[in-house]
């Protein structure tokens, strides 16, 4: 007797009057006759059928939700609605128990809250059953992307000796002693004596270990974790999350649109190819939580409506001055609705000017670029106007930026400047600079946080829901 | 014009005639005439032909080995041996030059030493760029195998805050001023004022934080980092290196064996069928490799050998007790030829040991099983003879152990009286004995060093030669 999966079973009318077995946990027990089983292949659960009379009253008793079952039956059509096929069950084992005095995890509704503090056991719950499958899905779906395009995945290193990457505060790794740190003559921490023989951190981008493949493979991209150790206590940040990273050689800045653009659709569409039950689910649980919001709040589109406002535009290409044009000019702007007023060309954007473009303005997928050297990376290649750099953000709506990319500076002098002016030592990026100095070309990439394209392509509201265990600041539990 | 990769080139008789753009880095250039272009698609270059006299003499003294090419020209059919097509270039651009009296990659042998010391170039080689390309593959054909096969691909995370994994050494992370650290009244470092409110490490494992979603959705699998703060300076060992580690609910130790053989062959297989060139040079190096030592310490197989070897043979099944009875009466353990001498039942195995099994006895891959329970970490099942755990380590020849397994313990009472016994506290543990409280059911998972498979399948001897940029004691350059 093959074990099927519950998936395959419910899929499956060719097993109709099959023998089955099944194993899985009880979501639901109603009636001491019709158990919902879910062994998380899918969100949907098979139904059970048991006959109370045949079975011991304290095998009963345990069916509980959350309890470990095998089940041995036919399966035959059901007469339910809601499910075509259901279980008629011969034999019965009770697995593992659940009491349901003290499992956390109930048939009813849990603050969110309550669920992070129960990270190990709420992927049990249908929302987070389902948000884990659909990153599982974007997960894969990034990778044959890149690999059907020739990409090669690169392992780029999370423990970096560098601490130029200059993407934000960082976290230090260490075995020397916390509490007597070996010291120099100078009374410094002497970090000769660590590990790696340095000081060494926690990286916050693999990309410029990415470039160096990339002048030597041509197109390669990582997907790996990334840290930032900055206290910041919201709904949009993570202490460690996982970024994608594709570089690619001989390519201009319109190329990284183009490829960041396609991409994008790709793993959307693959998301909605491969998740049906899931988006469904999650659609129907972002419009039941958008109901209790004031309707000012509320999104205008539904979860499937933003990721087909995705797919089924063209990306505005816009320039950052002219898009600061639009906005210096835009109503909310001008009647001082925005939280920060833009007031001159220089201003960094924030999530609502983003917004504003993608949602109001121009009402599709929007991608600026050349930005003022001044808000952006030193790597990104200087303009001729000696102003601007050749980067790019990419902006989605409800969520802002959620990708950031640009051409690099493949000029020596130019970026040996750059790096003179920020005060950063040129031996610290020997190895980068040798990349400008040994057949160096055009290149250009882009970096994708994942979370964030997760909360999108789910519809959740705090990225601590996307991931399995969130670190952030005081908490690092499980 | 379209721009082709140059592995398209190569493959594509259908271009024949056409007039194509090409880019990439000179390996060599001789006669003033016939530059081998590498573009890193392929481990192949393409024959490019240029007519020194219609090119400027100032642009042909840049074409030097590393430097970049842009190149236009007709593609035709090739004169030469060893090439069907080449390039018969009309337009040559020098993108970047390469200075030959200082460019570190000068086509001639270098030592692997000098190699790592030049990580961010060393993948501009035949080897490097062939052992990463293959490297690919494998990332590829693994998640591949597992998204075919209905398991979640799981972030588990990279810090973590308990320190009863049992793996190994581990790795601080801290935000803490590491001068002059806040203490408690007690004078000890008081973690509470640290980023996560608590002391924090890189994990050495995310087998435990899978646990808890394989009892959520049945097959899961990670793929990340994990790191081991070992001073262990050796050709085998890294401090941070990928791991691979299936879980499955539902599943005994006779189903994770049934998982790991499967899994191994596949990932083998699409290594054979998709890096057919990258495997063919390596076994040439292996073979040019070995001519330079003794002929005892020569491979009796050749790289393709080796690998077939573990596909066309089934895995054989073969107890701890067995093992150990066979080892005691081997003639290396009675001529003392082993450096560690088998005498009893409870002895720990050495590579010499799992090789001896492997290449002399069974002449097959084997899969030892019921290990005694001393020697194998808390979280294995215990057998009824309380003796001995369902823990399973697979070996191969020339490498040893190569995945690493067990059935979990699933039962509450057993799993805390081990954890007593270890000493550990059981509030370090309470979720993942939660696993054990509510519908836990028997499972099993394995982990699989992802170097280690990279070493086996590019025939590469040291480990820090199949990961981009290795970390080691003393070492965290890049």
Known sequence: MKAYSIRELLEGDDKILQEVTVKG??????????????????????????????????????????????LKGTLVESMGKGQSVEIQVNELEVLGTSDPETYPIQPKKHSMEFLRENAHLRVRTNT????????????????????????????????TGSDAE??????RVSTLDPKNPPLTEENEIDYKEDFFGKETNLTVSGQLEGEAYAMALGKIYTFG???????????????????????????????????????????LQYALDNCKDDLEFLEKRLLDEEKTKPQKD???MTLTEK????????????????????????????????????????ADLQSEHE???????????????????????????????????RAMDILFPGIGEIVGGSQREERLDVLKQKIADLGIDEKELWWYLDLRKYG???????????????????????????????????????
Chains 1, 2 share one sequence.
């Open 128 to 159: 987070f059953s389902a948000v884990m499958r659909v990153r599982n899905a974007l997960s894969f779906a990034i990778h044959q992307y890149f690999q059907q395009n020739g990409f090669n995945y690169v392992h780029t290193p999370i423990i």
């Open 440 to 478: 160096s070309a055009v290149h250009s990439g882009f970096g994708l946080g994942f979370e964030r394209l997760v909360l999108f392509t789910t519809g959740m509201t705090n990225i601590r829901d996307v991931i399995p265990f969130p670190r952030t600041p005081q908490n690092a539990e499980f």
């Open 355 to 389: 917004r504003f473009l993608v949602e109001k303005h121009f009402k599709c997928p929007v991608i600026l670029f050349d930005y003022p050297a001044k808000i952006k990376a030193f790597y990104m290649r200087l303009n001729e106007d000696e102003k601007t750099v």
């Open 298 to 300: 509320r999104s205008e």
């Open 166 to 171: 200059g993407a934000g505060e960082m976290f």
């Open 225 to 267: 974790p990334t840290f930032r150790a900055e206290n910041s206590n919201t709904s949009r940040h993570l202490a460690e999350f996982w970024m994608v990273e594709p570089e690619v050689a001989f390519m201009d800045l319109d190329g990284n649109m183009d490829l960041a653009e396609d991409f994008i659709k790709y793993v």
């Open 307 to 346: 990721i087909r406002f995705v797919l089924d535009n063209n990306f505005k290409r816009v320039s950052y001055t002219e898009a600061i044009d639009i906005l210096k000019n835009s109503k909310p702007n001008k009647k001082k609705k925005f939280q920060y007023i833009i007031e001159e060309w220089g």
């Open 25 to 70: 946990w009880v979501r639901t027990f109603r009636s001491n006759r019709f158990i919902a089983l879910n062994d998380g292949s899918t969100i949907n659960n098979i139904q059970c059928v048991v006959d109370f009379e045949n079975i011991d009253e304290d095998e009963l008793k345990k069916i509980n939700t959350g309890a470990a079952l095998e």
